[in-house]
């Protein structure tokens, strides 16, 4: 079954309110496996001896905030950001798309306090990864949302992503130009984009969908609707604190 309770797929991120500690042991984790020839990041381990940076606000730091991301929603200068790394296979990242999302966008995105950046982050193979770069190029003609909701509507999994079922879902989505979408999914700015959002999730530890950070504190898992409101809420405080 595609979720993130798969007894293959132990996730790393953990659920919000965990000591910082445990964060750090996940990056760890993380970086102990990490190829000898590319460090975790990219870059050369610190010297010994060298300040090392504070995982959480790492974490944290994630948050893009460009203003003109065709993969997310809310006000780049929101005080809370939650970026979703979730799979368009997976079952439980459907649950939360239906369920909770929805919710938040109306009573935390529209009144300015969340912003919302997704991910794709697709590990359940090449249906998967095309979902991903179809959702993107969905995104270059200001229709990624909707395509995210039909995507993940009751039973359009089940249906596959081939290529003829993408580009029906885009015409369910509303896109305009559905050449243009084509071209834009089959092409490499596609691809990087995709890279860049899994690069990202593997080197903070993502292996599970949907996986999330709220503030830089993770959640792992489609938690109800309150878990979310409660990390929001936190991390909402702790902005306001620290902006004074």
Request: aromatic share 8%; with cysteine; net charge neutral.
């Amino acid at each position: 079954m595609s979720s993130s309770r798969s007894s293959n797929r132990k996730p790393l991120l953990i659920s919000a309110g965990v000591a910082v500690a445990a964060i750090t042991l996940g990056l760890v984790s993380w970086q102990a496996t990490a190829p000898a020839d590319k460090p975790a990041g990219g870059s050369s381990a610190p010297a010994s001896g060298a300040p090392r940076t504070d995982p959480a606000a790492e974490l944290k730091a994630l948050a893009r905030r460009e203003s003109g991301d065709k993969l997310a929603v809310g006000r780049a200068d929101a005080p809370v950001v939650l970026i979703e790394y979730s799979d368009f296979k997976c079952g439980y990242c459907g649950k939360f798309a239906r369920d909770t999302e929805p919710a938040l966008v109306k009573k935390y995105v529209e009144d300015g306090t969340l912003r919302i950046e997704w991910r794709n982050f697709p590990i359940f193979g090449a249906d998967s990864e095309a979902a991903a770069k179809a959702a993107w190029a969905a995104g270059q003609q200001d229709r990624f949302q909707q395509f995210h909701a039909a995507a993940y509507a009751e039973g359009s999994k089940e249906k596959g992503f081939g290529g003829e079922r993408l580009t029906e879902l885009a015409r369910e989505a509303g896109v305009p130009d559905l050449e243009r979408f084509e071209k834009d999914m089959a092409g490499e700015q596609a691809a990087a984009a995709l890279n860049k959002d899994q690069e990202e999730g593997y080197r903070i530890g993502v292996t599970s969908t949907p996986s999330f950070l709220v503030n830089g504190q993770p959640i792992a898992g489609a938690q109800p609707t309150d878990a979310f409101a409660a990390a929001i809420a936190k991390a909402k405080t702790q902005a306001q604190a620290a902006a004074k």
